[in-house]
């Protein structure tokens, strides 16, 4: 399988002038400009497959393909799957079971203490990085449980912890996230006649204390998740029983009721204020749990069906309520069909469009929704991701969103170690997001453009965060005005990097001609030593440059600007004037290549893909082939592809080389074809129309295209669409 990959060592990409080879005592006095290596532009390797994550198959105890279990990645390369019913022969389970993916096998734990009952439709969250918190669920006397059983992962015990306060509604197959020390639990079903719930409650984890019960949304088998200080709520199914796209969220900033921790013996009539009561609520009683009396365990703090029952209906739940309706859009996963698995990962709800068995592999997706902006894009095809000949059962992903795995089984099972019985959690499928363009939660939280706080005293107003904001005021000063500078940098001016061929450029370029070097770019070697490690190599080494006090990068100007910048900043948002364009982003992403950076290529892969529009995409295409990032450079394509007549009228696209322009045209397959004005708007394509939605292609099958595109023979949704997304807001 071809990867991008970094270069190991960057010692090949130095080209030292004829004077280098001289001792260092002999060019103390010289003048002469170290020469660092031309991009790899010139020396453009073939295009690979780009990343295709490979099935991993699972060896030992497989379990069953067990219904409403848990499964949680908890660290290390192991996942633990508890619970769940046997989809053959309906029996429900409190089984323990490990899988080690590093040694790709499957373990029945054995576990102690206060061992739960057998449950499904529970939720398990990974807590304090070593135990797994266990919530709820339904038995096997369908009676609904709200118990919260800990399990140690290191000593495999079971304990159960003293809870205070009202409990909610025993519930099965709701969502539970855990934040700031609180378990929020939201929706699922309860009841004989399995009603819906609506509500919304949390445990804090601080005082093993519950917060009083509010009103919210009915849901059930849905995904919940904490994000920029609210709690979103997104799929599953509704009271009607059908599939739910729109998405919910809940304020919890400034609200007492969220902020404030609960104490030992709160009741639900002190939690009550006067100030909920205004809110009327005219839907049905909902009905009490079960009342089989089953507990899940001995020592099990199960409450009584007729103590959850109030004739108090509950208040909405304090803090704005959004929700937001997807009515249309070129990328919009449609809920409807194959089997869904939605998380949170840097900012984004993704969706996994996975293959179920009426479906076809062009209709599967990874499709993400940014929560700052509400719009949705395709990350990648199904057809690149999933075998159709497997079908996916659960989901699991590390706590820093970077690292996705799906379990399942092959569609028709085989007759080794007793498979042909029925399915088995038999394969993983492991998604690396990183190489899709992702973040990670915690570089995506550095990364966010507003701060949470003045960024320094002296630069209260700036976008900037901490010191940067005052590195930032030196940066490209001359000495003369009191910097300090004691660099220089010069790089090819932005005009003669951008009109030469391809084909004209050489290893050393054109760049000992001072006509087509750059103004001097001022800067502080101890910042670039700190922060550029390739740089820190070559001044330890005490080469021409730490004699000359001068450096040539041939790379553009204004790339290598940006890039100075953000070794002094730490940041490439767009703030304008001085945060990088596009454009320069993407020459960025060919350095962090040549210099191995990886932080900032996801940087850059990141917002090049978030942020893919006309005016830059043939350069962004461009750049992603130089720098080795497949996933970016197709994705720029099918861009290009799809609005085409608007890009090759982009001076972007005017100064690509000849060889460049030849492998952008090269991207469409054999059979594709322009499609424009009349045709184009019969058959829909006009306003990012869809094929299938708007009109079919002659030949029947889905397609897309963009206000002037062209199409291929299998061409599916296209990644990006100009207008604006059709929504409801409520």
């Given at each position: 399988m071809?990867?991008p990959?970094?270069?190991?060592?960057?010692?090949?990409?130095?080209?030292?002038?004829?004077?280098?080879?001289?001792?260092?005592?002999?060019?103390?006095?010289?003048?002469?400009?170290?020469?660092?290596?031309?991009s790899?532009?010139r020396?453009?390797?073939?295009?690979?497959?780009?990343?295709?994550?490979?099935?991993?198959?699972?060896?030992?105890?497989?379990?069953?393909?067990?219904?409403?279990?848990?499964?949680?990645?908890?660290?290390n390369?192991?996942i633990?799957?508890?619970?769940?019913?046997d989809?053959?022969?309906?029996?429900?389970?409190?089984?323990?079971?490990?899988?080690?993916?590093?040694?790709?096998?499957?373990?029945?734990?054995?576990?102690?203490?206060?061992?739960?009952?057998?449950?499904?439709?529970?939720?398990?969250?990974l807590?304090?990085?070593?135990?797994?918190?266990?919530?709820?669920?339904?038995?096997?006397?369908r009676?609904?449980?709200?118990?919260?059983?800990?399990?140690?992962l290191?000593?495999?015990?079971w304990?159960?912890?003293?809870?205070?306060?009202?409990?909610?509604r025993?519930?099965?197959?709701?969502?539970?996230?855990?934040?700031?020390?609180?378990?929020?639990?939201t929706?699922g079903?309860?009841?004989h006649?399995?009603?819906?719930?609506?509500?919304?409650?949390?445990?804090?984890?601080?005082?093993?204390?519950?917060s009083?019960?509010?009103?919210?949304?009915?849901?059930?088998?849905?995904?919940?998740?904490?994000?920029n200080?609210?709690?979103?709520?997104f799929?599953?199914?509704?009271?009607?029983?059908?599939?739910?796209?729109?998405?919910?969220?809940?304020d919890l900033?400034g609200?007492?009721?969220?902020?404030?921790?609960?104490?030992?013996g709160?009741?639900?009539?002190?939690?009550?204020?006067?100030?909920?009561?205004?809110?009327?609520?005219?839907?049905?009683?909902?009905?009490?749990?079960?009342?089989?009396?089953?507990?899940?365990?001995?020592?099990?703090v199960?409450s009584?069906?007729?103590?959850?029952?109030t004739?108090?209906?509950?208040?909405?739940a304090?803090?704005?309520?959004?929700s937001?309706?997807?009515?249309?859009?070129?990328?919009?996963?449609?809920?409807?069909?194959?089997?869904h698995?939605?998380?949170?990962?840097?900012?984004?709800?993704l969706d996994?469009?996975t293959?179920?068995?009426?479906?076809s592999?062009?209709?599967?997706?990874?499709?993400?929704?940014?929560?700052?902006?509400?719009?949705?894009?395709?990350?990648?095809?199904?057809?690149?991701?999933?075998?159709?000949?497997y079908?996916?059962?659960y989901?699991a992903?590390?706590?820093?969103?970077?690292?996705?795995?799906?379990?399942?089984?092959?569609?028709?099972?085989?007759?080794?170690?007793?498979?042909?019985?029925?399915e088995?959690?038999s394969?993983?499928?492991?998604?690396?997001?990183?190489?899709?363009?992702?973040?990670?939660?915690?570089?995506?939280?550095e990364?966010?453009?507003?701060?949470?706080?003045?960024?320094?005293?002296?630069?209260?107003?700036?976008?900037l965060?901490?010191?940067?904001a005052?590195?930032?005021?030196?940066?490209?000063?001359p000495?003369?005005?009191?910097?300090?500078?004691?660099f220089?940098?010069?790089?090819?001016?932005?005009?003669?990097?951008?009109l030469?061929?391809?084909?004209?450029?050489t290893e050393?370029?054109?760049?000992?001609?001072?006509?087509?070097t750059?103004?001097?770019?001022?800067?502080?070697?101890?910042?670039?030593?700190?922060?550029?490690?390739?740089?820190?190599?070559?001044?330890?080494?005490?080469?021409?440059?730490?004699?000359?006090?001068?450096?040539?990068?041939?790379?553009?100007?204004?790339?290598?600007?940006?890039?100075?910048?953000?070794?002094?900043?730490?940041?490439?948002?767009?703030?304008p004037?001085y945060?990088?364009?596009?454009?320069?982003?993407a020459?960025m992403?060919?350095?962090?290549?040549?210099?191995?950076?990886?932080?900032?290529?996801?940087?850059?892969?990141n917002?090049?893909?978030?942020e893919l529009?006309?005016?830059?995409?043939?350069?962004?295409?461009e750049r992603?082939g130089?720098?080795?990032?497949?996933?970016?450079?197709?994705?720029a394509?099918s861009?290009?592809?799809?609005?085409?007549?608007?890009?090759?009228?982009?001076n972007?696209?005017?100064?690509?080389?000849r060889k460049s322009?030849m492998?952008l045209?090269?991207?469409?397959d054999?059979?594709?074809?322009?499609?424009?004005?009349?045709?184009?708007?019969?058959?829909?394509?006009?306003?990012?129309?869809?094929?299938g939605?708007?009109?079919?292609?002659?030949?029947?099958?889905?397609?897309?295209?963009?206000?002037?595109?062209?199409?291929?023979?299998g061409?599916?949704?296209?990644?990006?669409?100009g207008?604006?997304?059709?929504?409801?807001?409520?």
């Open positions: 071809a990867q990959s970094f270069s190991s060592g960057l010692s090949s990409t130095i080209t030292p002038t004829a004077a280098t080879s001289a001792t260092p005592n002999s060019m103390s006095s010289s003048n002469n400009t170290f020469l660092m290596s031309a790899p532009v020396n453009r390797k073939a295009a690979n497959d780009g990343y295709k994550p490979k099935i991993i198959s699972t060896i030992g105890a497989k379990p069953a393909c067990l219904v409403n279990a848990s499964v949680t990645y908890v660290g390369d192991q633990y799957a508890f619970g769940g019913f989809q053959y022969t309906d029996e429900v389970y409190n089984h323990v079971l490990r899988l080690n993916l590093a040694s790709r096998q499957w373990n029945l734990v054995d576990n102690y203490g206060d061992i739960p009952g057998v449950r499904m439709g529970h939720t398990a969250n807590w304090q990085g070593d135990k797994l918190l266990v919530y709820g669920g339904e038995n096997e006397h009676a609904y449980l709200s118990d919260v059983i800990i399990f140690d290191k000593t495999a015990h304990t159960q912890p003293e809870l205070n306060g009202p409990a909610p025993g519930r099965a197959r709701h969502s539970a996230v855990i934040h700031d020390e609180k378990l929020y639990i929706g079903m309860t009841g006649d399995s009603y819906v719930l609506d509500d919304i409650c949390y445990l804090d984890l601080k005082t093993w204390t519950w009083r019960t509010w009103r919210f949304v009915p849901r059930y088998d849905h995904t919940s998740w904490i994000w200080g609210r709690i979103w709520i799929g599953g199914l509704g009271e009607d029983m059908e599939r739910m796209s729109e998405i919910w969220w809940l900033r609200s007492p009721a969220f902020d404030t921790p609960m104490t030992y709160t009741n639900d009539r002190q939690l009550t204020a006067s100030r909920f009561q205004r809110y009327p609520f005219n839907g049905p009683t909902q009905p009490a749990t079960g009342s089989t009396g089953y507990v899940a365990n001995s020592s099990s199960q009584n069906p007729s103590q959850l029952s004739a108090r209906s509950p208040p909405v304090p803090g704005p309520i959004s937001l309706k997807f009515v249309s859009s070129p990328n919009l996963p449609t809920q409807a069909l194959g089997t698995f939605h998380v949170y990962s840097s900012g984004c709800l996994f469009v293959p179920a068995s009426i479906m592999s062009f209709e599967t997706s990874l499709s993400a929704l940014d929560l700052d902006t509400l719009r949705w894009q395709k990350l990648a095809d199904g057809k690149d991701l999933f075998n159709p000949s079908r996916w059962h989901c992903m590390n706590e820093d969103g970077t690292q996705a795995w799906l379990l399942g089984c092959p569609n028709e099972p085989t007759n080794n170690a007793g498979d042909a019985t029925g088995y959690l394969d993983v499928l492991p998604i690396d997001l990183r190489k899709l363009g992702l973040l990670g939660n915690s570089l995506a939280l990364s966010r453009s507003e701060p949470k706080m003045p960024s320094s005293d002296a630069n209260i107003s700036s976008y965060t901490g010191i940067g005052d590195l930032a005021k030196t940066f490209d000063q000495p003369d005005t009191g910097s300090g500078a004691d220089v940098i010069t790089a090819e001016r932005d005009d003669d990097i951008d030469v061929d391809d084909a004209s450029m050393s370029g054109d760049s000992n001609n001072p006509a087509n750059s103004s001097p770019i001022h800067v502080h070697k101890l910042i670039l030593q700190a922060r550029w490690p390739h740089f820190a190599r070559l001044w330890a080494s005490q080469m021409l440059e730490f004699h000359t006090k001068k450096m040539h990068i041939p790379e553009p100007y204004s790339a290598v600007r940006s890039f100075l910048y953000y070794l002094y900043t730490d940041s490439i948002a767009p703030h004037p945060g990088p364009s596009l454009n320069d982003v020459g992403l060919v350095m962090a290549n040549i210099y191995d950076m990886p932080r900032l290529r996801l940087l850059c892969v917002r090049l893909g978030k529009e006309v005016e830059h995409a043939a350069v962004i295409w992603a130089t720098a080795g990032e497949e996933w970016l450079k197709r994705r394509a861009f290009c592809m799809l609005h085409w007549g608007r890009v090759v009228r982009t972007g696209f005017r100064c690509l080389g322009l492998e045209c090269e991207e469409v054999t059979e594709g074809r322009v499609v424009g004005g009349d045709e184009l708007e019969v058959l829909g394509g006009l306003g990012g129309g869809r094929f939605v708007g009109g079919t292609g002659r030949d029947g099958r889905k397609r897309s295209v963009g206000s002037a595109g062209v199409l291929g023979a061409d599916e949704d296209g990644e990006e669409d207008e604006e997304e059709g929504m409801e807001l409520n």
